[in-house]
Each structure stands twice: as C-alpha cells, then as structure tokens.
C-alpha cells in the first residue's frame, strides 16, 4: 500500500525551516502550537465537536525546557524524515529508546515523547500515522453481529464476523482502522454499546446481551485509545448505529464519554476524526445510584476536584450533566457498573440495561 | 538549762573548711565523675596559663600532655609561657580555695570565683594520695624552682613537702603536673574537643596537646596580637546588692556620700548623683561610714528609679569578627565548609554588667545535612561543654525561626537541621552562669535577646548568600545547556535543510539576556614586607618571621544583553586593608570601597577589573562583595544594588 508522503515531509521541514530561520535572523527559536488545555477547546459548529481555540502557547529556546524541547523536535522530525524514506514505522515506546542515541535530547520519560508527537499533529496538522507512529497497543475489543474485511501484513483481505469467526474475548481492533486496511462489510445490529471495562464487557458477552438486543459491544478499556475511537465513529457514520457508553459512575468515567461523544483535551486537533457527537450516554448516572439504591464508595478528595473541574469544563456544560454532576457532589458517592451485580448476574442485562434503553428510546423492537 | 544545752552544742559547731566543702560536694565544681574531672582539671589549668600569659602581654604557646599509667588515674601536664609565679605565692595560688587577683575585680576574665586549680590539686590529692608538682621560672637569668604541694584541708593551705632548684629552658613560665582520678577512655574526646574550641576563641594562643599514646595535636596560632587587655571598671549601680553597697560604705576613703557615689561606681556623673540623693532624700554630705541600713535602702532603691548611663565598655574584650572567621576557617578546615559568616553585637547591659555577643556561622561542607546544627557556646573565651539544652544560647537559638532562613526546623522552633555550626561568644564582666561549674549562662532576658539579634543578622547574610548563590548556580547551568543545546538545534535543522549551520553568539546573548559578573581572589605571598606589627615577645618555637600577603581579585564583567551596557562598579574591602594596584582607573576610592564607573560595554564583550589588597591575612578575604549602580540590578548577576555609603 504504498502511499505518498511528500505532503508530510513539507510539513516536517517547514518546522526545521522555521527555527533554522530564526537562528538566522538572531532571534530566539521559536515555534508555535494551541494550547492544550480545558480553557481552549471551543465547539466547532461545523464539524460539531470540540477543538482548540485560539489560544497559542510558545516554544521557545529562551528557557531551558524550551530549548530541550526545540532540540528533541529537530531530533524527531529528523527521525520521523528517515522512516518515511526507509518505509519503516515504530511504536511510540521505541522512539523513546531511539532517543537514547540522541545525546541532550534525550526523552527522560515516554511521557515526554508521546506528548511530543501530539505536538507535532498539531503543529503541523497531521496525525501521527503520518510521521509512521503507532501506539504500543490497542487490544479493545468487539462482539457482535458485523462483519469487517482487514487487510493483513501478507497484504490479503480477510473477512472476520465479530460473532462466529472469534472466541469469548471478541474481535481484537488493529492499532489503524482506516480505510485502507479496514472496512465494514455487513452489518445486522441496532446500536453500539460502548463499555468501560473488561469485566462487565464480559458479563454482556455470556449473557448473550449482543445476540438478544442485536447490539454491537465495544470495550473501551479506560480512556480509549485513538484506534478505539475511531473504530466507533466510523461504524456510527457508515452504517448509522447510535452509540450507547456504559460505564462506572464517577467523574474519570464521565471524561471517557466526554472523549468518546466530544473529543478529548489532549487530542482537540483530530477530533473531528475520533469523536462521535451522537453517541449518548447511558449510565450509569448519579441518579441511576439512588433509583437502583446502588453500592457505593465516598468520593476522594480527587474525586471532588475532578468533578469540580468538570462544572467548568465547556464540554459538559449541558442540562444534564450539570444536574448530574451536582447530584453526585451532593451524594458524595460514586459506584461502578459492577455493583449492578447486587441483584444478581442477569440484572443488568435483564433489568438494568432494557430499562435505560426504553429510557432513551432505544426499546428492543 | 537551756544553756547547758547551748553549751553542748556549741563543742560540735566548728568551722568547715572551704576543703571539707569541697570534699563533699565535688561534683558542683565539675568533678562529679572521672569523665568530667578530667575535662574541668585540663580547663582549670588551661585557663589559668592563658589568663597569666595575657595579663603580661605574652602571646600564650602551650602544652597539655595527659599520660595514662593505670585504667584509673590520669598525670595531666600543662606548661605555659606566662610570667612564673614567685615561689612564696606557688601555694597560694596552687593550693588554697578562693585565693585569687581576680575575685573583686570588675572585668572580664576567665576565672572568676578562685577555685579552679586549687580545686584540680585538692581533687588530685584525695584521689590518688599524689602530690602535685610545680615548675615556675620568672624571668630568664633566673633558676627554675620545682616544689610538691601538699593540701592541709583543714587549714585550707597549701605545704610544701619538698622542692628544689632545676634548669628550664623556658625562658619564664609555669608548668602543673597533677595525678588525678580519670576516665582517660571516655574523656579524651572531651579533652581535644575542649583544646580545640579554646583554640576557635583564643586565635592568639599556640596549644599543643599530646595524648597518653603520644600523638600530638597542634592548635596553631592565627592571630599576631593578643586580644585588647579588658579595662579594670568599678561596679556599676544597676547591678549592686544591698549588702555589698554597705559593705563598700564602709570601706570607702569619701566623707561624703555624693564622692562615695561618684569615686566607687561607674557611670555616676555629678548629674546623677544629685538624681540619687534626691531620690533617696539624703542629704549630698551625708557621711557614708554613718548611714542606717534604712538610708543604703533608700539609696538601693534610689539607683533602680534613676537613669543611670550604661556602663563603659572598655571592660570587654570581644575577639572580634575578624578573628572569630579566621579561627573558624583554621579549625574546620577539614570540613571544607562553603562560607564563613559572623556577627557581632555592640555592648549592652544587664543588672549593671556590660556584656556584648558574637556569632558566627560555618556552613555547608562535609557537615551532615540532616543533623541538628552543632552549637559551639563560649563564655569569656572558656568554652561551655556540657548542660546545652539549659543555656540561654541554645534557648535563644531555638526561639528564632530558622525556616525563614532556609533551614529545616520541623515546628518552626528548636535548634535547627542543617550543614552548619553555629558559635556563640558572650563576654562579660560578670557571666550568669546556672551553676558553679560553669557549664551553661543562665537565662537572662538581656542576653537571650541580644544572641537572637545577633544570630538573625548572621542568618541574613546567610541567606543572601545562598540566595546569590542559588541565582548564578541557576544561570550558569542555563548558559552552559544553551551553549551545548544551542549549536545542536542550529546543527540538526541545517543538516535537514542542507543549508549551511548559522552563527549562534547573538542569539546565545539574547537567550542568556544578563550581564554576567564573577570575582575570584588569589594570594600572592610579599617576602620582607610585614603587613602586621607583631608584639615583640620571643617565640619560644622560633617561629619564622612570615612576609605579609597580598590580595588579587579579578572581576569579571561580560554583557550578554543584546544591547551596550554602562554603569557603575563598587568592590567592599576590609576594614584596616590597603589597597594597592588598581585597574582599570576607580573613580573613588574610600576606605572601605572602590567605585569604577566602566566604560560601555559591547554586546558579548567582556571587561576585566583587577585591583590588590595589602595588611590582610591568607583567606580572610576570599569573596568579593559587589554592587552595581545606573543599571537595572535585574539585569545583572553576581552583584547587587548599590544603595548609598
């Protein structure tokens, strides 16, 4: 699949023409990128999801963490050039052990250089499968009646339905889900329910919720990875089902629906790639805790400041995330999707879940 | 029938002698264990050869041996180069309790009360049955004469049991050889502990200790004069109890009352005096032999209601800053630490008896950084070993809140934790001390507050210090990572642009934006130019005559702004230093600065001021103190803002 970068290259020097340009003219190098943070995302009206704002952050060699960061932004784009030539690609983690050969501009943590690469799409508005990285792993996973054709490493096409051709643990999603390697042949589901994590993924599966409510399970595993995410919006475009997200009840599992629905802070740039508007959130809620009389745990400290945050954060400033939040400082709770549990295994496929779907108009047919 | 009773009671009360006394209560006196009785024996003797050699202007060189011969007993041997002793005085001075010049005299001296050596002797005498032996030579054409004293502890006297004339080389001097009751094992730490700080505080005196294994330890001299002789003053009336008042009424030569108060007190002009008689409502002319107890009351009570003028200071005889830091620096050597600092208080007052604080602050070094800081307390120049915790030093220095001054101090109160010893130096005509062992100075408001003072004002320059310090560290990493980052970055994008690498100084002084200013002091040693007079005694060491020392400071000015920069220097130096060859032109030279006012300065450029300091000793000036003037002081590192004279 070979594929033209000369696109990409341009970008990549334009940034090494900039500071060699600065140099030139006696000026501190500089470069410059939107500040990623909760107070510059706006909503962008015509692709509805939420991006960076106008705010900028400067770069600049003048402090010492700034001249670092120019110096492994040279080390990198130069690294990222010799990929692209040489038709080789690595993983995150191993462009972190690279810069050990890259004397002061060494990464001292893969923090370092993953936040890098996302500096680099927004500087120059690729992603990073442009610059040939990938993430060290992907893994969620998806039970239901769909068919994908995936192009392998061999370069053939393979069907896989995500139902009979997989075991109990689903079909695992590949770290790119672009059209060039992945596709959705067939489709016979009503909605996708997103879910948090692994053990209620499982639960859904052996009760054979994705076979009874013609659903498509996607387990998100945490804070879903890019891949994750675009998989989703793709199979809620093309074949138009409605996303449902399932997950814990506490303020880090609203933030996976808000990256999921919105697009995530760290990632505003590419948002119109990854998130879903539509998708809806399902539970379970601050009131889900008192009308199902849930088990709960205190909210930490953490909890609370979190959950603050999210009263100033724009993406939740909706009526009823507002309610909902305010509920949940006031209860001073927070439970999981596990403690459903309380009734019984099949309660949540029985009781739970058929009642939040008739709730938001999504009733078996 | 009472009286027979009377009578029978009266055959049993006979006088104690002060001997008996000590016998039963050694431990007041610091013989308590045979740990301590080893450390007060050496100090006693110690003492009493450092106060004979000041007192007749003989810088002091002496020797301490401790010999071991069983578990138990300890010979300890301290010579001195004093003036000797004549033979008639030896037992008086060696063997009888409360026999001294000193005991009435207002002024500061080591010993106070007259127990001291008498006290090692008799201590000697009751643990081991020895005698102790004297040695003293007066003057160089005479003989030595060596005497065994004996004690009569009932007679409070000292017998010569035996004596004889000998050759001593010394030319005059007083050697004590005692057997006492010791713990050689546990004291001897103690021992060179105790030399060593004598040594921090007497900077004028040589000491040389050898231990029972016979290792020798020298404590060298590293001051030429001895320190200024303390002024004999009269008692002062703030300070005066009822009984010594009527004690010295009736001793006195005045007629009058108003001369007796003038002539026998301190700071009583004939203002103040009329004030107390006023007060007291007595006549001037009363005659002070024929007072009641009632007029002394009144005349008591008199001296607290009136302003009375502090007493004169010349009493005192502080060992002054100078000093302080460079006995300090001599005896922590070893430590390395990273700066000096002291401060020192002017004379003040309390209960009638001037007294004046010292400090000062070791710091950095091999010194542990998470131990409590180590207190070095002094009083009069003697060091205080033991009872810490109950010393006015320690409990002022507890009260202060060092975390302000970038110490650790978990509650904010009680001796600090950091890389530091802290010395304190308190001389007075009259140390108020907790206890007659003289371990620790009593609690006086006056003092615990003059040593606060004196110790947030060293803690200031502290911080300044690190502060300044801290900034350069800073900005010297920064401009050492631009200069190596820099040319990297410049390196990479030309290579990815095949273009060719661009020229970097401007934009290295953009980045770095400061004008940069670093000193550094260099010893140059002048043979036949004596920089000190030096008092003219013999050197019993023969000690060569050492040339003097000059000064090298070379200041560095670069600018690293992108802009021309001119502005004024200024350089402290020492007081007492002279200053020799400058450059380039100071516009003012006073004597306690020099004032440059630099030609401008070119991006980039760098400019070099040099100047020399003569009549200081090796490292006593190791740091410049600089400030800078007509530019923004932002700017600038490694320099202040001038403020004025």
Same mark, same amino acid.
């Given at each position: 699949?070979?594929?033209?970068?000369?696109?990409?290259?341009?970008?990549?020097?334009?940034?090494?023409?900039?500071?060699?340009?600065?140099?030139?003219?006696?000026?501190?190098?500089?470069?410059?990128?939107?500040?990623?943070?909760?107070?510059?995302?706006?909503?962008?009206?015509?692709?509805?999801?939420?991006?960076?704002?106008?705010?900028?952050?400067?770069?600049?060699?003048?402090?010492?963490?700034?001249?670092?960061?120019?110096?492994?932004?040279?080390?990198?784009?130069?690294?990222?050039?010799?990929?692209? %030539?040489? #038709?080789? +690609?690595?993983?995150?983690?191993?462009?972190?052990? *690279?810069?050990?050969?890259?004397?002061? &501009?060494? @990464?001292?943590?893969?923090?370092?250089?993953?936040?890098?690469?996302?500096?680099?799409?927004?500087?120059?508005?690729?992603?990073?499968?442009?610059?040939?990285?990938?993430?060290?792993?992907?893994?969620?996973?998806?039970?239901?009646?769909?068919?994908?054709?995936?192009?392998?490493?061999?370069?053939?096409?393979?069907?896989?339905?995500?139902?009979?051709?997989?075991?109990?643990?689903?079909?695992?999603?590949?770290?790119?889900?672009? %059209?060039? #390697?992945? +596709?959705?042949?067939?489709?016979?589901?009503?909605? *996708?329910?997103?879910?948090?994590?692994? &053990?209620? @993924?499982?639960?859904?599966?052996?009760?054979?919720?994705?076979?009874?409510?013609?659903?498509?399970?996607?387990?998100?595993?945490?804070?879903?990875?890019?891949?994750?995410?675009?998989?989703?919006?793709?199979?809620?475009?093309?074949?138009?089902?409605?996303?449902?997200?399932?997950?814990?009840?506490?303020?880090?599992?609203?933030?996976?629906?808000?990256?999921?629905?919105?697009?995530?802070?760290?990632?505003?740039?590419?948002?119109?790639?990854?998130?879903?508007?539509?998708?809806?959130?399902?539970?379970?809620?601050?009131?889900?805790?008192?009308?199902?009389?849930?088990?709960?745990?205190?909210?930490?400290?953490?909890?609370?400041?979190?959950?603050?945050?999210?009263?100033?954060?724009?993406?939740?400033?909706?009526?009823?995330?507002?309610?909902?939040?305010?509920?949940?400082?006031?209860?001073?709770?927070?439970?999981?999707?596990?403690?459903?549990?309380?009734?019984?295994?099949?309660?949540?496929?029985?009781?739970?879940?058929?009642?939040?779907?008739?709730?938001?108009?999504?009733?078996?047919? | 029938?009472?009286?027979?009773?009377?009578?029978?009671?009266?055959?049993?009360?006979?006088?104690?002698?002060?001997?008996?006394?000590?016998?039963?209560?050694?431990?007041?006196?610091?013989?308590?264990?045979?740990?301590?009785?080893?450390?007060?024996?050496?100090?006693?003797?110690?003492?009493?050869?450092?106060?004979?050699?000041?007192?007749?202007?003989?810088?002091?060189?002496?020797?301490?041996?401790?010999?071991?011969?069983?578990?138990?007993?300890?010979?300890?041997?301290?010579?001195?180069?004093?003036?000797?002793?004549?033979?008639?005085?030896?037992?008086?001075?060696?063997?009888?309790?409360?026999?001294?010049?000193?005991?009435?005299?207002?002024?500061?001296?080591?010993?106070?009360?007259?127990?001291?050596?008498?006290?090692?002797?008799?201590?000697?005498?009751?643990?081991?049955?020895?005698?102790?032996?004297?040695?003293?030579?007066?003057?160089?054409?005479?003989?030595?004469?060596?005497?065994?004293?004996?004690?009569?502890?009932?007679?409070?006297?000292?017998?010569?049991?035996?004596?004889?004339?000998?050759?001593?080389?010394?030319?005059?001097?007083?050697?004590?050889?005692?057997?006492?009751?010791?713990?050689?094992?546990?004291?001897?730490?103690?021992?060179?502990?105790?030399?060593?700080?004598?040594?921090?505080?007497?900077?004028?005196?040589?000491?040389?200790?050898?231990?029972?294994?016979?290792?020798?330890?020298?404590?060298?001299?590293?001051?030429?004069?001895?320190?200024?002789?303390?002024?004999?003053?009269k008692p002062h009336p703030?300070?005066?109890?009822?009984?010594?008042?009527?004690?010295m009424a009736?001793?006195t030569n005045a007629r009058k009352l108003a001369s007796f108060l003038k002539n026998e007190f301190s700071s009583m002009g004939d203002r103040t005096v009329n004030a107390v008689c006023?007060?007291?409502?007595?006549?001037r002319n009363?005659?002070p032999?024929?007072?009641?107890?009632?007029?002394?009351?009144?005349v008591?009570?008199?001296?607290?209601?009136?302003?009375i003028m502090?007493?004169?200071?010349?009493?005192?005889?502080?060992?002054?800053?100078?000093?302080?830091?460079?006995?300090?620096?001599?005896?922590?050597?070893?430590?390395?630490?990273?700066?000096?600092?002291?401060?020192?208080?002017?004379?003040?007052?309390?209960?009638?008896?001037?007294?004046?604080?010292?400090?000062?602050?070791?710091?950095?070094?091999?010194?542990?950084?998470?131990?409590?800081?180590?207190?070095?307390?002094?009083?009069?120049?003697?060091?205080?070993?033991?009872?810490?915790?109950?010393?006015?030093?320690?409990?002022?220095?507890?009260?202060?809140?060092?975390?302000?001054?970038?110490?650790?101090?978990?509650?904010?109160?009680?001796?600090?934790?950091?890389?530091?010893?802290?010395?304190?130096?308190?001389?007075?005509?009259?140390?108020?001390?907790?206890?007659?062992?003289?371990?620790?100075?009593?609690?006086?408001?006056?003092?615990?507050?003059?040593?606060?003072?004196?110790?947030?004002?060293?803690?200031?320059?502290?911080?300044?210090?690190?502060?300044?310090?801290?900034?350069?560290?800073?900005?010297?990493?920064?401009?050492?990572?631009?200069?190596?980052?820099?040319?990297?970055?410049?390196?990479?994008?030309?290579?990815?642009?095949?273009?060719?690498?661009?020229?970097?100084?401007?934009?290295?002084?953009?980045?770095?934006?400061?004008?940069?200013?670093?000193?550094?002091?260099?010893?140059?040693?002048?043979?036949?130019?004596?920089?000190?007079?030096?008092?003219?005694?013999?050197?019993?060491?023969?000690?060569?005559?050492?040339?003097?020392?000059?000064?090298?400071?070379?200041?560095?000015?670069?600018?690293?702004?992108?802009?021309?920069?001119?502005?004024?220097?200024?350089?402290?130096?020492?007081?007492?230093?002279?200053?020799?060859?400058?450059?380039?032109?100071?516009?003012?030279?006073?004597?306690?600065?020099?004032?440059?006012?630099?030609?401008?300065?070119?991006?980039?450029?760098?400019?070099?001021?040099?100047?020399?300091?003569?009549?200081?000793?090796?490292?006593?000036?190791?740091?410049?103190?600089?400030?800078?003037?007509?530019?923004?002081?932002?700017?600038?590192?490694?320099?202040?803002?001038?403020?004025?004279?």
């Open positions: 699949m070979a594929r033209d970068y000369t696109n990409v290259i341009t970008k990549i020097d334009s940034i090494a023409a900039k500071v060699y340009a600065d140099l030139e003219q006696a000026e501190i190098p500089a470069l410059q990128l939107s500040t990623r943070t909760k107070a510059n995302i706006k909503f962008d009206d015509r692709l509805n999801v939420w991006k960076y704002g106008k705010n900028k952050t400067q770069r600049a060699a003048s402090s010492l963490d700034g001249a670092y960061m120019l110096l492994r932004t040279m080390y990198m784009v130069d690294f990222i050039k010799d990929m692209i %030539k040489d #038709k080789k +690609s690595s993983t995150l983690r191993e462009t972190y052990y *690279i810069s050990e050969g890259w004397n002061l &501009g060494k @990464f001292s943590s893969q923090n370092e250089s993953d936040l890098l690469a996302e500096d680099l799409e927004v500087i120059t508005g690729c992603m990073r499968e442009d610059f040939k990285l990938r993430p060290e792993e992907d893994g969620a996973r998806v039970m239901g009646n769909l068919v994908v054709e995936e192009v392998t490493r061999n370069n053939t096409k393979k069907k896989i339905h995500c139902q009979d051709d997989v075991g109990d643990a689903g079909y695992g999603i590949p770290y790119n889900v672009e %059209k060039e #390697k992945l +596709s959705f042949k067939q489709v016979d589901a009503d909605f *996708i329910v997103a879910i948090e994590t692994g &053990g209620m @993924f499982d639960r859904l599966v052996e009760n054979g919720f994705d076979t009874d409510y013609r659903a498509v399970l996607v387990h998100l595993k945490g804070q879903p990875a890019r891949s994750t995410r675009r998989f989703i919006k793709r199979l809620n475009e093309e074949k138009k089902l409605p996303v449902l997200v399932f997950t814990d009840c506490d303020p880090w599992s609203f933030r996976i629906y808000g990256s999921v629905a919105y697009g995530a802070i760290k990632t505003a740039h590419i948002s119109e790639y990854l998130a879903t508007p539509a998708a809806q959130y399902l539970g379970v809620t601050p009131s889900d805790i008192e009308n199902y009389k849930l088990p709960t745990d205190t909210l930490t400290t953490e909890d609370v400041a979190a959950l603050k945050s999210e009263l100033d954060d724009p993406r939740f400033q909706d009526q009823f995330w507002k309610h909902e939040i305010k509920l949940q400082l006031s209860l001073g709770k927070k439970s999981e999707q596990q403690a459903l549990a309380k009734y019984g295994l099949d309660y949540v496929t029985d009781t739970y879940l058929p009642e939040k779907l008739t709730e938001l108009g999504m009733a078996k047919k | 029938m009472p009286e027979a009773i009377a009578y029978e009671l009266a055959k049993k009360q006979k006088e104690i002698s002060v001997a008996e006394f000590f016998e039963r209560n050694k431990h007041i006196l610091g013989f308590g264990n045979p740990t301590r009785a080893l450390i007060t024996s050496v100090k006693e003797a110690v003492d009493n050869g450092l106060d004979a050699c000041e007192e007749s202007g003989i810088l002091p060189d002496l020797y301490v041996e401790i010999q071991n011969p069983h578990e138990e007993e300890c010979i300890i041997i301290v010579e001195d180069n004093g003036p000797g002793i004549i033979k008639q005085q030896i037992p008086h001075v060696f063997a009888r309790l409360l026999y001294g010049s000193r005991f009435h005299a207002v002024r500061q001296s080591r010993g106070q009360q007259g127990i001291g050596i008498s006290a090692v002797v008799l201590y000697g005498q009751l643990t081991t049955g020895k005698h102790a032996k004297i040695t003293s030579k007066i003057a160089n054409d005479h003989p030595a004469v060596a005497v065994e004293l004996a004690i009569d502890t009932n007679k409070n006297r000292g017998e010569i049991q035996h004596q004889q004339i000998i050759h001593w080389d010394k030319p005059s001097g007083t050697r004590i050889e005692v057997s006492i009751k010791a713990d050689y094992k546990r004291g001897k730490r103690f021992v060179y502990e105790y030399l060593q700080s004598t040594s921090i505080v007497n900077p004028h005196a040589r000491i040389v200790f050898k231990e029972a294994d016979g290792t020798e330890h020298t404590f060298e001299r590293t001051a030429d004069a001895l320190p200024k002789k303390s002024e004999e003053i703030y300070g005066i109890e009822l009984g010594t008042l009527i004690k009736k001793q006023e007060m007291a409502q007595l006549d009363t005659n032999q024929q007072m009641s107890r009632d007029q002394f009351f009144a008591h009570q008199a001296f607290k209601k009136v302003k502090a007493p004169p200071t010349e009493c005192l005889s502080p060992i002054g800053e100078t000093l302080i830091r460079r006995s300090l620096k001599s005896e922590t050597q070893e430590i390395s630490p990273e700066f000096i600092f002291t401060a020192s208080r002017p004379a003040s007052v309390f209960s009638g008896n001037p007294f004046v604080v010292e400090v000062g602050i070791v710091y950095g070094g091999n010194l542990p950084k998470d131990k409590p800081v180590r207190i070095l307390r002094f009083a009069n120049r003697i060091p205080l070993l033991y009872q810490q915790g109950d010393c006015a030093v320690t409990t002022a220095i507890a009260s202060i809140d060092w975390r302000r001054y970038g110490f650790d101090q978990p509650s904010g109160t009680g001796v600090p934790v950091g890389p530091a010893i802290f010395l304190t130096h308190v001389a007075s005509t009259q140390i108020p001390y907790t206890s007659e062992s003289k371990e620790a100075i009593a609690d006086v408001e006056e003092i615990e507050n003059e040593i606060r003072l004196a110790f947030r004002e060293v803690a200031r320059k502290v911080q300044t210090h690190i502060n300044k310090k801290v900034r350069r560290v800073k900005t010297r990493e920064k401009f050492d990572l631009i200069t190596k980052i820099l040319p990297e970055i410049a390196k990479k994008s030309a290579h990815m642009l095949n273009k060719p690498v661009p020229s970097l100084e401007k934009v290295i002084t953009r980045i770095m934006d400061v004008v940069w200013i670093e000193d550094v002091v260099e010893y140059e040693k002048v043979r036949g130019r004596p920089v000190q007079t030096k008092l003219n005694v013999s050197n019993p060491t023969g000690q060569a005559e050492s040339g003097g020392w000059i000064a090298k400071s070379t200041i560095m000015v670069v600018n690293y702004k992108s802009k021309p920069q001119k502005f004024n220097l200024y350089a402290l130096y020492p007081k007492g230093a002279v200053v020799g060859e400058v450059h380039p032109k100071p516009t003012k030279v006073t004597d306690s600065y020099l004032k440059w006012s630099l030609e401008s300065i070119e991006p980039t450029k760098k400019i070099d001021v040099t100047y020399e300091l003569a009549g200081i000793n090796k490292g006593d000036f190791d740091e410049n103190d600089l400030y800078v003037q007509n530019i923004n002081p932002s700017f600038v590192i490694g320099a202040d803002k001038w403020e004025g004279d």
